[in-house]
């Protein structure tokens, strides 16, 4: 059974950083894109970062290129997103993902997690 656990959610003021972790098992972690998403109340699912596993390219939505950061331990089966610069608007409860292949669309990935929330203050 794959499980994907996310955990370092929280509240911050705008500026600040905070980094989210996503634990993996149930699945062979090196032969899958890990990504994250989030979605905002009232707004659809967005794509936020993507890491392939078959060329190691990083993948980032404009809104967040350059302040967060997405990384992989695959000794671990962990998977990291950290957030950097902060804005209110990129308060919403962030998914972690895994699927076969780095893609934007949400709905070619096959397995997510419960969720965590990000609350970023003015």
């Known amino acids: 059974q794959v499980q994907l656990v996310e955990s370092g959610g929280g509240l911050v003021q705008a500026g600040g950083s905070l980094r989210l972790s996503c634990a993996a098992s149930?699945?062979?972690?090196?032969?899958?894109?890990m990504g994250w998403f989030r979605q905002a109340p009232g707004k659809e699912r967005e794509f936020v970062a993507a890491f392939s596993w078959s060329d190691t390219t990083r993948y980032y939505a404009d809104s967040v290129k350059g302040r967060f950061t997405i990384s992989r331990d695959s000794a671990k089966n962990l998977v990291y997103l950290q957030m950097n610069s902060l804005k209110t608007e990129d308060t919403a409860v962030y998914y972690c993902t895994a699927g076969a292949r780095a893609t934007r669309r949400d709905y070619e990935y096959d397995y997510w997690g419960q969720g965590t929330q990000v609350t970023v203050s003015s």
């Open positions: 149930g699945l062979t972690f090196s032969s899958y894109t």
